[in-house]
């Protein structure tokens, strides 16, 4: 309640707030999602035959995908390579491959030093190495709040990924 109840009081207090928020989220992409359980049921009568459905293949691309996006769009997508492990230093280099697109493609915010971070509470973007490069740099970071994955902005992004890509093998436009 405290991480709401702050950002709240900061929207009121600065009316540009949202304008400066830089949202980061991370997600696994596949060359094509499975369907889910959910997603493949149907209807049907108790007398009609069952559906056939045909046996889903392991996904031949998989990896994890940080976006960087802010009221605007899309700032930065870093894909993470498959044999790397997303860890503190990777994910600090990423921090420095971001200040520079935001000097680029933010302009304004680079000038004013504006722009706040908000990330998840992820091991990688929790470390004290990162919150020191982001103290360092004078990057403020807006707390996300514990279990409410509803309540995080940054979230909203995995919930509409679904609809980027559908479920036919090579069809995402970012594998072209």
């Known amino acids: 309640m405290n991480c709401c109840a702050d950002t709240l009081e900061n929207i009121e207090n600065d009316p540009d707030f ?8 991370e997600t696994w992409i596949f060359q094509y999602d499975p369907e889910t359980k959910r997603q493949s049921m149907h209807w049907k009568s108790p007398q009609s035959p069952r559906k056939k459905k045909a046996r889903m293949s392991n996904s031949k691309f998989k990896t994890i995908m940080i976006v960087f996006f802010d009221i605007r769009g899309v700032i930065y997508i870093d894909w993470v390579p498959e044999d790397q492990t997303l860890n503190q230093g990777y994910y600090k280099n990423v921090l420095t491959t971001l200040r520079e697109r935001v000097r680029r493609r933010r302009p304004d915010m680079w000038k004013n030093a504006s722009c706040i971070i908000h990330h998840d509470n992820a091991p990688p973007q929790n470390a004290l190495s990162v919150k020191r490069y982001l103290a360092k740099n004078n990057i403020p970071l807006m707390e996300h709040p514990p279990y409410f994955p509803d309540l995080a ?8 990924k679904s609809s980027l890509c559908s479920k036919e093998p090579g069809s995402c436009p970012w594998m072209q």
């Open 18 to 25: 949202l304008l400066n928020l830089i949202m980061c989220d």
């Open 153 to 160: 902005p940054c979230d909203f992004f995995s919930s509409r």
